[in-house]
Structure formats: structure tokens, C-alpha cells
């Protein structure tokens, strides 16, 4: 069964979030750690959390991935706001324990005109004091779309990276992992409509299949290489939109690719709750023509079922 949830919001409580998410019928979801415009944390209700233990394996959940605020930046040219993302990445984490088990992605930051091997070394620095060996939560570099100065725009950067903070400190081996989202990487110029075989099988040369540890599943309002990163909902981007160059097969491999789908699968897509609900459905049955579809070919049932679907999406976005 597909691993899939949507981004949350953490307002309510850790609890309210997990019945949030079996009501839209996912078995997983993503949150912030904190405001993710500010930096002010309430402190963490121990019964709460509890609570939503027990029903994550009442309901058999696969792993959370929560999300870091996008204001860190461990790259950043001013040491303190490098101070500040290493001093909250590690509050995060320390929260985070009261949850084991669980991913924590984050943005690796912007270099902001200091150059990409200078960013490099500033986040993996960065990565060594947050980092412990043998801590409860894998900690994931998100594969970013190349927008001005963002580092994580293509493989062979996130290797660099993760390749520093094991040099470094050889004890974190396995300490970090990669979220890739299938919007940024369209926008980094990896060509996952034509060929996800082709991309996967480079990811795996460069930072290894192993370490690819969630996905971000985001239908894009741009072109491959376009360096844009600006979320579609599923079926109305460049992905899944077959007027725009790609279809249902596109989103079909992606949820059935034998490297991709038992991975957490997290939707980023401008949605309400009931937008969530739907896309979840969709892809869900979508993943289930695998078990007697042609390979490649989804059922023209389930072609059908993307276009009441874009419909639906763009009634409700009117
Ligand atoms: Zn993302």
C-alpha cells in the first residue's frame, strides 16, 4: 500500500494532525517544526504526542517526515543566522526524540553569491554540530529547484555535502538521507517525465538509492529546467498534465517506480484539506493498477478518473 499524506498544519496539536490525516485517508504526513516564518516554539505536550504514537500504530503509518522551517540557512553569509539554524535544527531534533523513528527534511540553504563550494562547506560545518551519531531521526536534504543562489540543485551538490559531513565525522555514516521533491527536481532540469529510469539510475551513481529516503510529490507550473520551483496540483502541471507535455503515466512510474514506492510520499500541492483527500484517492488507485496493468500503461479507467479529477481541482479553484 502507498505511503501518502500532505503537508499539515501543527496548530492543533500532534494528535489533531493524525486524525487529521486518517480522515483525508493518508497514512503519513509532514509538519513544521515550529512557525516556519518565525522561530518561537511552544513547548511540547508529552501527552499529546503520546497520543498520536498510539494511533500512528493503530493505524499502521509509515514514517513522518516533518519539515524545517524554511528560514534556516546553514549557508548563509552571516554567522548568526548560521548560529541560529544550527541552534533551532538541533531543538527540532531534540523534539523530534519524543517521536522516533521519524525523517526531518530541510531546504540546505542559499549560498547567496559566496559560491557553491563555500556552500558546501558552511552547511556540511553547520551539519557536524546539529548531526549525533546514533540519534532517532534521519535527517534529509531536499533536492531544491535552482533558484537563485539555492544549494541542492543537483545530485552531485547534495553528495558533496553529505560526502564533507562523513569526512569529517565518520560516526554520522547514515545519519543523513535525501527528500526528493519531483517538482524541484523537473526544475533543476532532471527529466522525470521522459526518463525517470535514466535520473533514478544517476541519483543512485551519485548519492545512492539507499540514502533516498522520502518524496515530495509536487506537480510543477514549469518546464523541466525552468529553476522555478512553483507547486502544481497533481494533474494540472508540466508532470501530470498531459496538455502540457506529460500524463498520467508520468505520475503512474513515479508512484510505482521500485526505488520510489515504498517511500513516504508527501504532498506539497496548493491544497485544502478536501483537494488532499482527492489527490490522495487518485494516486492511491492509481498505485493499485500496478497489481495486473500492462507495465508503464495505467488503465484508461484511471485516465478517466485524472481528468474528473483536474476537473474537480479547477471547479473548486474558481
Ligand atoms: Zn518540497
Redesign the pocket.
Known amino acids: 500500500m502507498l505511503t501518502i499524506g500532505c503537508h499539515l498544519s501543527v496548530s492543533k496539536g500532534y494528535a489533531a494532525m493524525g486524525k487529521t490525516a486518517c480522515s483525508i485517508g493518508a497514512n503519513t504526513f509532514a509538519f513544521f517544526t515550529r512557525n516556519p516564518r518565525g522561530g518561537t516554539v511552544r513547548a511540547l505536550n508529552e501527552d499529546d504526542v503520546a497520543a498520536l504514537r498510539t494511533l500512528l500504530d493503530e493505524h499502521g503509518f509509515g514514517q513522518l517526515v516533518a519539515h524545517a522551517p524554511y528560514t534556516y540557512n546553514l549557508c548563509s553569509a552571516k554567522e548568526d543566522a548560521r548560529a541560529f539554524a544550527i541552534a533551532s535544527m538541533r531543538e527540532d531534533l531534540e523534539r523530534m526524540a519524543a517521536l522516533p523513528g521519524q525523517l526531518y527534511n530541510f531546504h540546505p540553504g542559499s549560498h547567496v553569491g559566496q559560491g557553491a563550494d563555500r556552500g558546501a562547506a558552511l552547511i556540511a560545518e553547520g551539519l557536524c554540530q546539529v548531526l549525533q551519531a546514533g540519534a532517532p531521526t534521519r535527517v534529509l536534504l531536499?533536492t531544491m529547484a535552482g533558484k537563485g543562489t539555492e544549494m541542492g540543485r543537483s545530485f552531485e551538490e547534495l553528495a558533496h555535502i553529505i560526502e564533507l559531513v562523513e569526512r569529517a565525522r565518520p560516526e554520522l555514516e547514515g545519519a543523513l538521507g535525501v527528500?526528493m521533491?519531483t517538482?524541484?527536481v523537473s526544475d533543476a532540469g532532471y527529466d522525470i517525465i521522459h526518463d525517470l529510469d535514466g535520473v533514478l539510475a544517476h541519483f543512485d551513481e551519485v548519492v545512492g538509492l539507499e540514502r533516498l529516503c522520502a518524496v515530495?510529490l509536487?506537480d510543477s507550473k514549469n518546464p523541466c529546467g525552468a529553476h522555478k520551483d512553483r507547486h502544481a496540483c497533481i494533474g494540472e502541471g508540466y508532470l501530470g498534465s498531459e496538455a502540457l507535455g506529460g500524463g498520467e503515466d508520468v505520475l503512474y512510474r513515479i508512484v510505482t517506480h521500485p526505488a520510489l514506492k515504498d517511500l513516504p510520499f508527501i504532498l506539497?500541492t496548493p491544497n485544502e484539506l478536501d483537494g488532499y483527500a482527492r489527490e490522495i484517492a487518485y494516486l492511491r488507485k492509481l498505485a493499485e493498477t500496478a497489481d495486473g496493468a500492462p507495465s508503464g500503461t495505467p488503465s484508461s479507467q484511471s485516465a478517466v478518473q485524472e481528468r474528473r479529477l483536474c476537473m474537480c481541482n479547477r471547479l473548486l479553484s474558481q
Open positions: 531536499e527528500c521533491d517538482c524541484h515530495h509536487n506539497e
